[in-house]
């Protein structure tokens, strides 16, 4: 997975204060249309990005040709920060958005080696653990667990009313290791139960928190 952790996560330690600054006064920003890459699986790593609107996906090809979706960075995240030479995922704009970009060696000739060997440990650290997640899920939970995990996951993020779904059915069943058509029925069948609604196929609302927070659980 890309190393990313969101600016704003009460859950993990602030990030250096020279690396977000850096990333304030110079970072370049660029606005990138839905589905164009940012940039490709194996490029060399150059740049750091932040999220400033819309939603980027990662991505990775197997060498069969399947596509596995690495994870989901929304405004305030910090992705491609990684402590190897290359990209292992590419990034790409789920939906139109703009990205912040600074090179690499702005950081380190501004923040100093340390401030950023602090930031690439905190995303390391923060990393590692959504990735233990990740396996989880993908490994030990069932279809409708994966499915009531991840809408508890975008529910989290937007508290109140109405929940907007950025993805597609596709980009969800290449998260969960699903079919989109085991997608489709597991989220029919939490309509079904009264656990979630669906106004439209792009947003929808809680109606039972504890039956979703058990399945996700």
């Not at 370049?28 to 940039?39: C, F, L, P, Q, S």
């Not at 058509?181 to 939490?190: A, G, I, K």
Request: aromatic fraction near 6%; glycine fraction near 8%.
């Amino acid at each position: 997975m890309t190393l990313a952790y969101p600016l704003n996560d009460a859950r993990v330690a602030p990030p250096p204060a020279a690396l977000t600054g850096v990333m304030d006064r110079l970072g370049v920003r660029a606005g990138h249309a839905k589905d164009t890459e940012i940039y490709a699986q194996g490029d060399d790593v150059q740049y750091l990005y932040r999220v400033v609107s819309g939603v980027v996906r990662t991505t990775r090809l197997t060498c069969d040709g399947r596509r596995q979706v690495g994870d989901f960075y929304y405004p305030g995240d910090l992705f491609g920060l990684e402590p190897g030479p290359d990209h292992r995922f590419a990034a790409e704009a789920l939906s139109d958005c703009v990205v912040q970009s600074v090179r690499r060696t702005t950081v380190r000739t501004m923040a100093g080696d340390a401030e950023l060997d602090r930031a690439i440990l905190e995303a390391t650290s923060r990393e590692m653990a959504r990735l233990q997640d990740h396996v989880l899920l993908l490994g030990r939970k069932s279809a409708r667990e994966k499915v009531a995990g991840f809408l508890m996951q975008l529910a989290q993020r937007q508290p109140g009313g109405a929940v907007m779904l950025p993805m597609g059915r596709q980009d969800m069943a290449d998260y969960l290791g699903l079919t989109i058509e085991t997608v489709s029925r597991m989220l029919t069948q939490l309509q079904g139960d009264l656990i979630v609604e669906f106004p439209s196929s792009r947003r929808f609302q809680v109606k039972q928190w504890d039956a979703l927070e058990d399945l996700a659980a």
